[in-house]
């Protein structure tokens, strides 16, 4: 069970952050020249505000910013220490010689921060920054699952409260999925909470799956017909799905993989045009890395993430809210299931895309 102090939800005046002066312009020019191609240059002078007072905080307090890669440009790119996926964050943390580490993502990131870093101050801009798969699942549900199927290990992908990871025997990625599925020697596994990982899984191992009805409310909005539309409008067009879409999407398309992986195959490839099927703001962050290929953007916000923006990083910077908290029994349980997963040796699973085309007889539902 996390615990969490109430924020003050006072933000800062404009007329208290740093005027943008010709000087604070020469300063942050470096950074403004990054992010050039996805910034307006008449929105920067209010955004180099934020920044110049964030960066000056982060210096005072000793504090770092971990940015997801669903951040909007002006916080992956300005004022993030380290960028990534859920689980690399959650790693960077545990690494990061800094006390105070605020957390621009969701909550359960938070979680896994505070779980893998429990000496550390972990704070997160906005609490209500949620997740609907995090959501649609808890440790009682858990524990259900466990008494009507004895004995099956239970897989957690990291999109979920600590409650949850605490009650799994391991924990998984979405790129390292299959590998941890395979990794337990088993016929038979709960995969939870995402149906979509868990039928994309099931084409790629012979193990059985039971699954649970979470779902990302981004991801599930994508469809074939989207992918044939961006094709027939773009013509060589290279799509890149993430697992948490629905199957039939990532058989549409050329390559699967976390949002890590979807990066480091764009920075790889280089291909000509590509669309990364997933949350708005990858393709401006994956943008800013690769000036030479065109992104076409098909657009779901994830409502969660774009709850972070840099007046209530600064916020939490100056106040140190929203603390995370999580019980340190359920931490200790948490911490054994994502360590375990840690300690696999790494073996590529992702791409070049999940075997769709196969049956989906061996996932089925828990429902309780
Ligand atoms: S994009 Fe989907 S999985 Fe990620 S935080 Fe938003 S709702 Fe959760």
Request: glycine share 2%; with cysteine; net charge negative.
């Amino acid at each position: 069970m996390s615990t969490m102090v109430s924020p003050n939800k006072k933000e800062t005046e404009l007329s208290a952050l740093p005027e943008f002066t010709p000087a604070l312009a020469k300063e942050l020019e470096p950074l403004y020249r990054r992010v050039a191609s996805v910034i307006p240059e008449f929105e920067w002078p209010v955004y180099a505000r934020y920044i110049k007072a964030i960066n000056d905080l982060k210096r005072e307090r000793g504090a770092i910013v971990l940015a997801h890669n669903y951040m909007t440009p002006e916080i992956f790119n300005c004022v993030a220490d380290f960028s990534g996926d859920s689980l690399q964050l959650a790693k960077l943390a545990a690494q990061a010689d800094a006390d105070i580490i605020v957390q621009a993502g969701v909550h359960f990131m938070a979680e896994t921060s505070k779980i893998l870093s429990p000496e550390k101050t972990v704070l997160i801009p906005d609490e209500r920054a949620g997740c609907s798969l995090a959501a649609s699942i808890t440790g009682e549900d858990v524990r259900q699952l466990k008494a009507k199927y004895p004995g099956v290990p239970v897989v957690t992908y990291v999109n979920t409260s600590a409650d949850v990871k605490a009650e799994s025997d391991i924990c998984c990625t979405s790129s390292n999925a299959v590998q941890v599925v395979e990794s337990l020697g088993v016929d038979e596994v709960i995969l939870l909470p995402d149906e979509f990982l868990a039928k994309n899984v099931a084409t790629m191992t012979d193990v059985e799956i039971i699954t649970w009805k979470g779902r990302c409310e981004v991801h599930e909005q994508f469809t074939t017909e989207d992918i044939d539309e961006l094709r027939d409008a773009n013509p060589g067009l290279l799509v890149l799905a993430h697992p948490e879409c629905p199957p039939e999407v990532m058989a549409a398309a050329d390559y699967a993989g976390s949002t890590s992986d979807m990066s480091n195959y764009v920075k790889k490839e280089q291909p000509e045009k590509v669309a990364l099927i997933t949350e708005c703001s990858m393709s401006d962050n994956v943008a800013v890395e690769n000036p030479d290929v065109e992104f076409i953007r098909p657009c779901n916000l994830c409502p969660h993430m774009k709850r972070i923006t840099l007046e209530n990083i600064l916020h939490s910077l100056q106040t140190l809210t929203v603390e995370v908290n999580v019980d340190p029994a359920v931490a200790e349980k948490a911490r054994l299931a994502v360590q375990r997963m840690v300690d696999l040796p790494l073996r590529k699973v992702s791409g070049p895309k999940f075997r769709t085309q196969q049956p989906l007889a061996h996932v089925e539902y828990a429902a309780l």
